[in-house]
């Protein structure tokens, strides 16, 4: 079966009320059928409760306190790299951006201006720069990172669709990654200013950063930013700022010269937080 045709339904089925159920479901304190449910989930799919800061699955109160659970102290070290990984996942892909445009699968791209929610003069700082999308399984961490130091700068939400992320929409759907729902975070760092967009996909309740708590819901159906220019908020290479409550996608952006990818990087590559990214260039 083509990709296209095995996403066919995803076009059809109400994947907001999916969506707004499941997390209705995924915040509810259900007692016993919570736990029943979060240790079907790891078995299904392999999670690896010892790293948990918390292992007692019948501690959690509710599905989202297990998703979102922190990891014990010592359980990513951070490389030495000037550049880490921000997520536990899969590179879905990364390279170099063409003027604007940004490689989703083969046969597919969509450009910077849509991802970051129509801001040209935002995606210009990007021409010709490096992306890399990181993809989160179930199984996986569901805290975000920071890649390197950074200054907030901007937060922007862009409705959208809720599709899925997987690698068969990746290659089915064209421009996925800026059609879903997204929050896009811009800083600014030492070689100049960077982005990470968090790509919302079908079940996933909400998501949150470290500074504004929950960002969505609300989903009000229109463009929502904050500015944060009078803020003093900057945080550090491998701090926490931001989750998914249910997973998703990670696209990152960086100006023309300044990264470097780890050699060791390659699309499909297993990933965790705090591996080595890449560097400046020399």
């Known amino acids: 079966m083509s990709d296209r045709l095995?996403?066919?339904p995803q076009y059809l089925m109400p994947k907001q009320l999916l969506t707004?159920?499941?997390?209705?479901?995924?915040?509810?304190?259900?007692?016993?059928?919570?736990?029943?449910?979060?240790?079907?989930f790891?078995?299904?799919?392999?999670?690896?409760?010892?790293?948990?800061?918390?292992?007692?699955?019948?501690?959690?109160?509710?599905?989202?306190?297990?998703?979102?659970?922190?990891?014990?102290?010592g359980a990513r070290p951070l490389a030495e790299a000037e550049l880490i990984c921000p997520v536990d996942g899969a590179i879905s892909q990364f390279g170099p951006i063409e003027r604007d445009n940004i490689f989703q699968a083969k046969g597919h791209s969509y450009t910077t201006t849509a991802l970051v929610g129509g801001d040209a003069e935002l995606a210009a700082k990007f021409d010709n720069?490096?992306?890399?999308?990181?993809?989160?399984?179930?199984?996986?961490?569901?805290?975000?990172?920071?890649?390197?130091?950074g200054r907030l700068r901007r937060m922007i939400h862009v409705p959208g669709e809720l599709f899925s992320v997987n690698p068969t929409t990746a290659r089915g759907v064209p421009g996925l990654f800026a059609r879903n729902e997204r929050v896009v975070c811009v800083f600014d760092g030492e070689t100049g200013p960077f982005v990470l967009t968090l790509v919302g996909a079908t079940i996933v309740g909400s998501m949150a950063t470290v500074w504004h708590g929950m960002v969505n819901p609300p989903r009000p159906?229109?463009?929502?930013?904050?500015?944060?220019?009078?803020?003093?908020?900057s945080l550090q290479k491998g701090q926490e700022m931001g989750r998914f409550l249910l997973g998703s996608t990670v696209v990152m952006l960086f100006p023309k010269d300044s990264i470097t990818f780890n050699a060791e990087w390659q699309a499909t590559k297993a990933i965790r937080l705090g591996e080595a990214m890449g560097n400046k260039p020399t």
Not at 43 to 60: C, G, L, Q, T, W
Not at 130 to 146: C, E, G, N, V, W
């Open 6 to 8: 095995a996403v066919l």
């Open 20 to 40: 707004q159920l499941a997390g209705k479901f995924a915040s509810a304190r259900l007692g016993g059928l919570t736990t029943a449910v979060i240790r079907r």
């Open 42 to 73: 790891v078995a299904r799919y392999k999670v690896n409760m010892a790293e948990a800061a918390n292992p007692d699955i019948a501690s959690y109160a509710s599905f989202n306190d297990f998703f979102t659970r922190p990891l014990r102290e």
């Open 129 to 149: 720069g490096s992306f890399a999308t990181l993809y989160l399984s179930p199984k996986d961490y569901h805290r975000i990172h920071m890649p390197c130091a």
């Open 221 to 233: 159906g229109k463009i929502r930013e904050w500015h944060y220019d009078g803020s003093e908020i």
